[in-house]
């Protein structure tokens, strides 16, 4: 196998030669570029991307600025589960029952946070404030839900 510098590209090809142009790799198709397989490049492809989702994964479970929010470790990896429930027409349900099990605050997603009151709204965003382009939304310079801090 030998290694070649074409048009800024390094390609590892067995029957190239030095002088051949990208273009010419790519119009011999697939025979060029034989020391590189699609299932190789396939699971590589599915190694880097389990390799991702165990990583943000990690950082969302364990490292994330939500992860002390209580609610179920799957709400906490993905939007799956809201999803899911939204599609089979029992997100209100599955959300109170969450709130019964676990207080009137709820981590229902990566980035969602439910919360039954007010004082539960404060509580989240004392901790986690909201950015001053919300407050373009108040109504008679009084706040209201959406624009709570």
């Given at each position: ?84 429930n939204e599609m089979s027409l029992r997100q209100c349900r ?56």
């Amino acid at each position: 196998m030998s290694l070649y510098m074409l048009d800024s590209w390094s390609v590892a090809v067995g029957r190239a030669t030095p002088t051949m142009s990208f273009a010419d790799i790519l119009a011999r198709g697939s025979t060029a570029m034989d020391t590189i397989s699609y299932s190789t490049c396939a699971a590589s492809m599915a190694v880097a991307f389990t390799a991702y989702t165990s990583i943000l994964s990690v950082y969302r479970l364990f490292l994330g600025p939500l992860r002390d929010i209580p609610g179920p470790w799957y709400t906490k990896i993905s939007n799956f589960w809201i999803s899911w429930n939204e599609m089979s027409l029992r997100q209100c349900r599955a959300i109170d029952d969450l709130f019964v099990k676990y207080g009137p605050v709820v981590r229902l997603g990566p980035n969602k946070v439910g919360f039954l009151d007010m004082g539960a709204a404060k509580g989240v965003y004392t901790r986690f404030p909201k950015d001053d382009s919300y407050l373009a939304f108040m109504v008679d310079g009084g706040h209201m839900t959406f624009t709570t801090r």
